[in-house]
Each structure stands twice: as structure tokens, then as C-alpha cells.
Nanobody
Framework: QEQLVESGGGLVQPGSSLTLSCAAS????????MGWFRQVPGKEREFVAA????????YYTDSVKGRFTLLKDRAKKTVSLQMTNLKPEDTATYYC??????????????????WGQGTQVTVSS
């Protein structure tokens, strides 16, 4: 599995914006799918957004539509998660994920084979 590396994250106030970035360590990611998940202690890892590289299509979970944008660099195979109007319920550890081939169950964290180390996002006043 390829190692993914995230950057960004931090402590922000409600209504603020933050951008997370993800790239494969050492070379451009070779798989067809990259995405973002988030997790809070005691809960399962939750799907946030994903890009299907061959078709250049992006998918979001309903709770972030209109607030989060997945930005992609096709040449470098990197993705960023631009988060706006952040809410306290967005507080979580955010993970970048990837897999070799696209799959219809792209929102299932168990389907991904490459992961980043996670970056903490805390939204609090």
C-alpha cells in the first residue's frame, strides 16, 4: 500500500475555514480513488468526500455538501479538502485514504488500502 501524508488541521472557531492536503509519499498516487474520512473517539470512521480519478467525479456526504470542497490536482494526484463554515460537529480526526480501483462502495472505509496518519480538526469557540 502507498503511504499517504496529510497536512493542515488545527483549532478554529465556528464559521471559520480550513484546508487539509494529502499526497502520496515519494511519488504520485497510483490508484483510481482518493478520499477523506473523519473519526471521533468511540465512533466508526465516517466518509466525507472522494474523487474518482478516471472520470474526474467527486462525491460528498450530505452533511458537508455546500460547505466542503474537494480540490484535486490530476497531474500530481493530490487532493485537498477545503472546509468552510465549520461547525462544532465537524470536530474529528481527518484521514486521507486511497485505493487502487474505484468501487461503488466508496463510502466504506474498509475498502481503502492506503491511509494517512490523520490530522486533528477542532471547531470550538
Amino acid at each position: 500500500q502507498e503511504q499517504l501524508v496529510e497536512s493542515g488541521g488545527g483549532l478554529v472557531q465556528p464559521g471559520s475555514s480550513l484546508t487539509l492536503s494529502c499526497a502520496a509519499s515519494g511519488s504520485a498516487f497510483s490508484g483510481d480513488a482518493m478520499g477523506w474520512f473523519r473519526q471521533v473517539p468511540g465512533k466508526e470512521r465516517e466518509f466525507v468526500a472522494a474523487v474518482r480519478w478516471p472520470m474526474n467525479r467527486i462525491y460528498y456526504t450530505d452533511s458537508v455538501k455546500g460547505r466542503f470542497t474537494l480540490l484535486k490536482d490530476r497531474a500530481k494526484k493530490t487532493v485537498s479538502l477545503q472546509m468552510t463554515n465549520l461547525k462544532p460537529e465537524d470536530t474529528a480526526t481527518y484521514y486521507c485514504a486511497g485505493r487502487r480501483h474505484w468501487i461503488v462502495t466508496y463510502a466504506d472505509a474498509a475498502q481503502y488500502t492506503s491511509w494517512g496518519q490523520g490530522t486533528q480538526v477542532t471547531v470550538s469557540s
